[in-house]
């Protein structure tokens, strides 16, 4: 399993992202339902961790890297910040978080993450479901693999690549992998 791997089309609307992080699971649990520390890869927002809860999200993608390049101009809208809005689906503490991702106008779709020990390492699968068409696919690819890999650096103690530049070369990248041909 190699952390640098891309995200895997595992159905027509499913895409299945592996990395094998250093532990322990306790640690790793933390980084996707604390606040602090998951605004560290994704962003902060205060979450219940039982099945149900609403929370927010508080996207500020230029700050989770030291460099902070702003995006082309197709993303520029998100380069200030932005809360999207979760509801916990699924929390089984420290193996299991599922949540929804979307609604407005935006369609729902939901994000499962699994975690398991692999001697003094965590094996973490983010499952991102529902997802409503290519382009959707190509763009929840891209930023999932970004924020992953954001996630690395940070349990490493690594300077992570610049948010942007990374999301944007990844996005054209799963664009060729993941596009069903035309015809």
């Known amino acids: 399993m190699s952390n640098t791997g891309y995200g895997e ?6 895409i299945r992202f592996e990395r094998l992080l ?8 933390a980084f996707l339902t604390e606040s602090d520390k998951r605004g560290q890869w994704l962003a902060p927002g205060a979450m219940q961790t039982r099945a149900g809860s609403a929370f927010a999200l508080h996207f500020h993608n230029s700050q989770l890297t030291p460099d902070k390049t702003p995006p082309r101009e197709r993303f520029r809208r998100y ?3 932005f809360t999207t809005q979760h509801q916990v ?6 193996h299991v978080l599922a949540w ?3 609604g ?3 369609a729902l779709s ?6 398991s020990e692999i001697g003094d390492q965590v094996r973490l699968v983010v499952t991102h479901r529902r997802l409503a068409d290519d ?3 190509v763009n929840v690819a891209s930023g999932w693999h970004t924020h992953l890999s954001v996630l690395e650096g940070v349990l490493l103690g690594h300077a992570p690549a610049p948010f942007w530049p990374t999301f944007e070369r990844l996005e054209e990248e799963y664009r060729c992998h993941i596009m069903s041909p035309r015809s």
């Open 9 to 14: 089309k595992i159905a027509e609307e499913s």
């Open 22 to 29: 250093p532990g322990p699971i306790e640690r790793v649990w």
């Open 79 to 81: 380069d200030g910040g």
């Open 89 to 94: 689906l699924r929390c089984e503490p420290p």
């Open 100 to 102: 929804t991702w979307g």
């Open 104 to 106: 407005g106008k935006e």
């Open 110 to 115: 939901e994000v499962t993450f699994e975690l």
């Open 135 to 137: 382009d959707t696919m």
